[in-house]
């Protein structure tokens, strides 16, 4: 066979390795800046743009999307084109795919602090960017899966099957968990409502975890440890079924974020089981990966890139042994909804996902400049600190979340909730935030420390943008030398069969999880009493979602007397069936909200929201004063209903013209009632509608036990009505 | 809609019993099929991310030519 001659395109790598360490740092330092607000309120310097609620969500997005996005694309297309001895498929889609992602990032930075948000977790962004996703996605799965077509090497090694599966997993996550109709260009309504929206959500949620921050780092960990240590992976045989077992079971899941939860419970169940049997891969592939450096073991006392590579898998070890032991529901019932779940995903986040990236940084930017690292020392410093760093996180927030956990669910010997306001739990574990800041803080300082190790090492050399090598064309017959591999070679030299493998190993788990909760309507029993919410309310849960109380506050009871005593009846799945999205929420840094509704005059809300602290001194939360200011934006009622008709919320056929006319109705109520309470205040501000909404929460059932009527009755049903004649108004 | 056609499977609840079952027959089978792969087919492809022994090949050629 004839030797090609060809050039690796190792100009996108940098550029996939300058956006890793750009986004890292900026999504880190955002991490500082929350953490630091759950200790001091004040830390949003009064600005409705950066408080707790609208760059939490950015900080996430920032680290999962933009910090490791871009560390996968980096390792992908170094490791892609040398497994596969072939340039990427075409510039020109590497350079959309660089560029696009990059704009998908910055448009997330400006639309969360502006409050544009779906509220679903890690799938915030609203409708055009998720389409610029899917685009830029796909271009990336067109331009990996061309190169794989062209490949020199006929065998496909175990990284890119991950790379793969990622590639498919993803774009479907993406694609089912954004159905939405869009309300405004800024606005839109999840397909799905309450339990059927939180199912949806979930398996994406926990899929994102899977198959963003695992799959494809599981692929860079089998290219780049082995090239760190300079042996070959310790067992294939052993990756071949971490592999296959790992994507299978790794989407069945998703329920155990919901467990406890209106959610039916085989799904529940059948999420437990799949998480725990989770182990078995899990820990083969990082047994895998760890005993990789046997007999090197003596490398990894001076080689700072393998220290952080053995931090990196063992924290993979670490993390996937607690993600299985928190699906257990007994122990979910405790960590449920505490920092417990901040430490565990901050194990996997700082150490698999953090260390493994600059792990690779620090081997790749030497080789793409042709040099040497800067200083080796400084890199050993990073190390140092930034192990401090995950410690000073992880184990104040352990104890944060087992303390708080625990004192939510105290008894008195009498038969009383021993701790039974809410914020004496929180001001409780405020030294934990702080030391969690800190923590926060050293992590911080030692990536910082490595982009001037970069920064110097990239400036001591030059870049190799065209590496050249050499391979022989693949023959086109092929006949095997090895014995017992003929159906393995059928799939993992073959990528279109490899592919379909791998797309009926992720659809099994999704159909039978997804499909019996849509179809079998027996799994969300309907509650006669619960009714869809007044335009004035929904436009108020609109900026409830606006302003992401439900990054803080949870909107489910679970069914245990602890919860019930706090905070009323437990959720029933009938009670969210006009829900899209819904709004469970996932940590409970204030109390539950479910049936917040009555609990406390308008006029309480009033003050709490213009300052927490005149009605509940030491409390945590910013001030939410622009509510007071801003006025509501009525042009968006008529278009609200309509969108929520057609998902078939049943508002009366006449209702759509009315809306706006019962908004002005219902608020005018409410502005009487602070009246009364002595707040003058304007019907047409922002946070009237707040008001209505948690005034609404939890109210339909009670209201009907009661014979009362609903808010629903009074400014819908009967408003609708032709009797009812307001014509003058309009 | 197609909803409806799905709706009326008897016994949709049976499936996560079934799948269940039906990974663990596929795990097995894998597992067993792993073990009797040839050791030299394994050994290649564990090699191909090193520098040293990718030279070589592409499939099962060996022609010794330095490709990295």
Known sequence: ?730 | MFKHILESIPGVSIWPIIALFLFFAVFIAMIIYVMRMDKSFINYMGDLPLDSSESSKNGDLKNGQKTN
């Not at chain 1, 409050?115 to 271009?139: F, M, R």
């Not at chain 1, 979340?401 to 909730?417: A, D, E």
């Not at chain 1, 002595?678 to 609404?696: C, H, V, W």
Request: proline share 5%; net charge positive; hydrophobic share 45%.
């Open chain 1, 1 to 730: 066979m004839a030797l090609e001659t060809f050039q690796y395109d190792n100009r996108i790598v940098r550029n996939f390795a300058f956006a890793t360490i750009f986004w890292g740092i900026i999504g880190m330092t955002v991490g500082v800046l929350i953490a630091s607000q759950l200790f001091d309120f004040a830390l949003n310097f009064g600005l409705k743009y950066t408080t707790f609620g609208r760059i939490r969500p950015l900080h996430t997005n920032a680290v999962i999307f933009a910090f490791v996005g871009n560390g996968i694309f980096m390792g992908v297309y170094y490791s892609l084109q040398r497994l596969c001895k072939a340039r990427m498929y075409n510039d020109l889609l590497s350079k959309l795919h660089f560029w696009g992602w990059q704009l998908i990032i910055v448009l997330a930075a400006i639309s969360f602090p502006l409050g544009l948000t779906t509220s679903k977790e890690y799938a915030e962004l609203e409708w055009p960017i998720d389409i610029l996703i899917a685009v830029v996605w796909v271009i990336f799965g067109i331009n990996m899966i061309g190169t794989i077509m062209k490949r020199r090497e006929r065998h496909m090694y175990v990284a890119i099957w991950f790379y793969i599966a990622t590639f498919f997993t993803v774009a479907m996550l993406h694609i089912v968990n954004s159905f939405e109709i869009p309300v405004t260009l800024t606005k839109s309504y999840p397909l799905f409502a309450g339990v059927q929206d939180a199912l949806v959500q979930w398996w994406y949620g926990h899929n994102a975890v899977a198959f963003f921050l695992t799959t494809p780092y599981l692929g860079l960990m089998y290219y780049f440890l082995p090239k760190a240590a300079e042996r070959p992976v310790y067992s294939y045989r052993l990756s071949i079924v971490h592999f296959w077992a790992l994507i299978f079971i790794y989407i069945w899941a998703g329920p155990h974020h919901l467990l406890y939860t209106a959610l039916p419970d085989w799904a529940q169940s059948l999420g437990t089981t799949l998480s725990l049997m989770l182990i078995a891969p899990s820990w083969g592939g990082m047994l895998n990966g760890l005993l990789t450096l046997r007999g090197a073991w003596d490398r990894v006392r001076k080689d700072p890139i393998l220290k952080f590579m053995v931090v990196a898998v063992t924290a993979y070890g670490m993390n996937t042994f607690e993600g299985p032991m928190l699906s257990i529901k007994s122990i979910n019932a405790l960590s449920h909804y505490t920092d417990w779940t901040i430490a565990h995903v901050h194990v996997g986040a700082l150490g698999w996902n953090g260390f493994l990236t600059f792990g690779i940084l620090y081997w790749l930017i030497p080789r793409l400049y042709k040099t040497r690292l800067h200083s080796v020392k400084l890199a050993n410093f990073h190390f140092w600190i930034g192990t401090l760093g995950i410690l000073f996180y992880v184990i104040p927030m352990y104890w944060a979340g087992i303390t708080q956990g625990l004192m939510w669910k105290q008894f008195t010997p009498q038969g009383h909730l021993q701790y039974p306001i809410f914020l004496e739990t929180v001001l409780q574990i405020i030294p934990m935030y702080m030391l969690r800041a800190f923590g926060g803080f050293l992590y911080l300082s030692g990536a910082v420390v490595g982009v001037y190790n970069v920064i110097k090492t990239v400036k001591s050399g030059s870049l190799v943008a065209e590496e050249t090598a050499q391979a022989p064309a693949l023959e086109k017959t092929y006949v095997s030398h090895h014995k017992n591999v003929y159906g393995h070679r059928w799939i993992e030299s073959r990528p279109v069969q490899f592919f379909i493998f791998s797309v009926i190993a992720v659809a099994i788990g999704t159909v039978v999880e997804l499909v019996p909760t849509f179809l079998v309507k027996s799994n969300v029993p309907t509650i006669a009493a619960v009714k869809p919410y007044t335009p004035l309310e929904l436009q108020g849960r609109d900026i409830y979602i606006r302003e992401g109380c439900n990054t803080c506050h949870s909107q489910m009871i679970r069914p245990f007397r602890s919860e019930t005593e706090r905070y009323g009846d437990y959720s029933k799945p009938g009670e969210f069936v006009y829900d899209h999205p819904f709004l469970w929420g996932s940590k409970r840094i204030g109390p539950d909200l479910q049936r917040e509704g009555g609990k406390y005059p308008d006029a309480w809300h009033y003050k709490h929201m213009e300052d927490p602290r005149s009605m509940s001194p030491g409390s945590i939360m910013p001030s939410f004063a622009w509510l007071i200011r801003d006025n509501l934006d009525v042009s968006t009622t008529a278009a609200k209903i309509r969108a929520m008709k057609k998902l078939g919320v049943p508002y009366p056929e006449s209702f759509v013209d009315k809306a706006n006319e019962s908004l002005r109705k219902q608020a005018e109520g409410i502005a009487a009632n602070l009246q009364e309470a002595g707040i003058t205040a304007d019907p047409g501000k922002e946070i009237i509608a707040l008001i209505a909404y948690l005034q609404r929460l939890g109210k339909d059932i009670k209201s009907s036990q009661m014979g009362e009527l609903t808010t629903y009755d009074t400014y819908v049903k009967n408003f609708s009505g032709e009797s009812y004649t307001h014509s003058g108004e309009k």
